[in-house]
């Protein structure tokens, strides 16, 4: 009998030990499945919306980061990194914040709209779609058609797009951004891989400035110091540093070897 007894702790500590690997475990979980390339980078906007009976919006990354700078929209307009974190009212947008910065009637369309007839169209489907089947102006795939291609994401490839100048990227908004004194690009930086065998990071700061500028990532999210700031790859898996933007809007860590691109000898 007593031996049962040990038997039966012996289990139980073995299983409350196991229970905590778990929980305390880096990665648990089940690959979900791949967005589809014209729904990568979507963000669901529900801070209000559904409380007041309304659609939620339904934020198409892709379309915007075609025409508009990252730097653009999360500096200048102010817009938070995370999803739903700027908590933006039908009041801001009123005001001319956030979204109303440019879905103004001027740069791009406004919530209402004069047709030539006279009568007032309100554009409130183009945004609140979720839910909905709602025929927009442009058609992610035939937007992209003829554009370089990508292996995940958005299957884009946008830093090759720009360069070939398939699209334009408009970084100043009128009063809202302030004129700024170009800085000089620094080199790209070799970041040493801790894993073995695997080729280290060549992070090219002329091709982030681009489109993020420099004070998106700084300091923020990156100390100014080269070297200041640690991190690992279960950080970025995590969505902080790196994961900020890859993993969620720039192109996946599917990828290693975009990041990780030095020739191994």
């Not at 229970?19 to 791949?34: D, H, P």
């Not at 406004?110 to 006279?118: K, L």
Request: hydrophobic fraction near 35%; aromatic fraction near 12%; charged fraction near 25%.
């Amino acid at each position: 009998m007593r031996g049962l007894k040990v038997s039966a702790v012996a289990g139980l500590v073995l299983f409350l030990v196991l229970l905590y690997a778990l929980v305390n475990a880096e990665t648990f979980g089940v690959k979900k499945r791949m967005p589809r390339p014209d729904e990568y980078g979507n963000v669901v906007i529900d801070n209000y919306s559904t409380k007041k009976h309304i659609a939620p919006v339904v934020f198409n990354h892709w379309l915007h980061r075609a025409k508009y700078t990252c730097r653009l929209c999360h500096v200048d307009i102010g817009f938070a990194m995370k999803a739903g974190g700027t908590g933006i009212t039908e009041l801001d947008n009123k005001s001319g914040l956030y979204c109303g910065a440019c879905h103004n009637g001027k740069e791009a369309f406004g919530a209402e709209e004069r047709h030539i007839t006279g009568k007032t169209i309100k554009n409130c489907d183009r945004c609140h779609s979720y839910g909905k089947k709602v025929k927009f102006k442009y058609n992610f795939y035939k937007f992209t058609k003829g554009f370089p291609r990508a292996r995940f994401g958005n299957r884009v490839d946008w830093l090759k797009a720009e360069e070939m100048g398939l699209i334009k990227l408009k970084d100043y908004l009128e009063e809202v951004s302030i004129k700024r004194r170009a800085l000089k690009i620094p080199k790209d930086m070799e970041l040493k891989a801790k894993e073995i065998d695997m080729p280290d990071i060549i992070f090219s700061h002329r091709k982030h400035a681009v489109w993020n500028g420099c004070e998106l990532c700084h300091p923020d999210i990156f100390g100014v110091k080269k070297g200041s700031t640690k991190f690992s790859m279960q950080d970025i898996f995590n969505g902080k540093y790196c994961g900020a933007c890859h993993g969620k809007v720039s192109f996946p860590t599917y990828d290693c070897q975009l990041c990780h691109s030095k020739e191994v000898y």
